[in-house]
Nanobody, 125 residues
Framework: QVQLEESGGGLVQAGGSVRLSCAASGRTPGAYHMAWFRQAPGKERVFVGAVSRYPTLTKYADSVKGRFTISRDNAKNIVYLQMKNLKPEDTAVYYC??????????????????WGQGTQVTVSS
């Protein structure tokens, strides 16, 4: 079992930056690939980006490439999502998730075993 808890959300103006954190606890969090998903009102939860168990691989949705950066600190069991140049369409609840298995399937929401409760990010225009 792995427990995930997000923090760092809030209200930010368009063009601004926010850093989200996901604290992992429980059984060997470092053994999991970690990802961020987001869900806007009335829409499905979608993949934002992921970082592999060994922090050498990352993958991003096209909509956030060049603006968002995922990193992880395995010593602290924290995964970060640094978001820059935010746009109103980035407004959503952001969820942290953990999975085992292949990193090739990190964009597939059904692959994830554990989820956090989410943190709201609102970008005003």
């Amino acid at each position: 079992q792995v427990q995930l808890e997000e923090s760092g959300g809030g209200l930010v103006q368009a063009g601004g930056s926010v850093r989200l954190s996901c604290a992992a606890s429980g059984r060997t969090p470092g053994a999991y690939h970690m990802a961020w998903f987001r869900q806007a009102p009335g829409k499905e939860r979608v993949f934002v980006g992921a970082v592999s168990r060994y922090p050498t691989l990352t993958k991003y949705a096209d909509s956030v490439k060049g603006r968002f950066t995922i990193s992880r600190d395995n010593a602290k069991n924290i995964v970060y999502l640094q978001m820059k140049n935010l746009k109103p369409e980035d407004t959503a609840v952001y969820y942290c998730a953990a999975k085992t298995g292949s990193f090739l399937r990190v964009g597939d929401i059904s692959e994830y075993d554990y989820w956090g409760q989410g943190t709201q990010v609102t970008v005003s225009s």
